[in-house]
């Protein structure tokens, strides 16, 4: 039964370069939603998709994007990269409106930019 | 603001003793409130939420609405239960979760 998964699990970027990272809900699963968890903290909510729409934002610039495809899997995409958007990117995938409606976390991208 | 306030980033206790992480949040509906724990080298998983008042591996936290808390408690630690602990709150259209900065236990033999 696989989880949440994520791709890359490390990548290396300069600074103004562009980056996309890759998620693949739990079977099922018709919401995916971001995170960016930076050394010391708590996840930042970044986006939520369901159904393939945007349902909700977090505090973060238009340099960060996301979509969501028919087969639910899910890109974030980040231009323009800068030293601070260095961090691990989660995923995390759930049901809205099933009982529960329990987050699954992926394991997560680390995001290196120098 | 919606914002979830975890005063104690680290959180050292030894075996057999008594535990209490801590959890203000600031919303202004009617939230859920979840505990997530991370243990070392694993992702990030559900402990367990308010909605359901039970107890997974010993741990049980109440919903007090009048101090906006939702503190997590274990009346015995286990050195299995040192991990990092996150708080987090979902908004009632449940498309936004908003996480603690965490809180580190530390287990002592």
């Known amino acids: 039964d696989a989880g949440v998964t994520q791709s890359p699990t490390h990548l290396i970027k300069t600074r103004g370069q562009h980056v996309t990272l890759r998620c693949s809900p739990i079977s099922g699963h018709k919401s995916v939603s971001w995170y960016q968890q930076v050394l010391g903290q708590g996840p930042q909510f970044i986006f939520q998709y369901y159904e393939k729409e945007e349902r909700g934002r977090g505090n973060f610039p238009d340099r960060f994007s996301a979509r969501q495809f028919p087969n639910y899997s899910s890109e974030l995409n980040v231009n323009a990269l800068l030293l601070g958007d260095s961090a691990l990117y989660l995923c995390a995938s759930s049901n809205p409106g099933t009982s529960g409606n329990t987050i699954y976390f992926g394991e997560g991208s680390w995001l290196t930019v120098v | 603001a919606q914002r979830v306030t975890q005063p104690e980033k680290l959180l050292s206790v030894f075996k057999g003793a008594p535990v209490e992480l801590k959890c203000n949040y600031s919303y202004s509906g009617s939230p859920e409130l979840f505990w997530y724990v991370q243990y070392s080298r694993q992702r990030l998983q559900l402990l367990l939420r308010?909605?359901s008042r039970e107890s997974i591996k010993g741990f049980t936290a109440d919903l007090n609405k009048g101090e906006t808390s939702f503190h997590l408690k274990k009346p015995f630690a286990q050195e299995e239960d040192s991990a990092m602990y996150y708080c987090?709150?979902?908004?009632?259209?449940?498309?936004?979760?908003?996480f603690g900065a965490g809180t580190r236990l530390f287990v002592k033999a």
């Open positions: 987090a709150l979902r908004d009632t259209g449940g498309f936004k979760t908003i």
């Open positions: 308010h909605i």
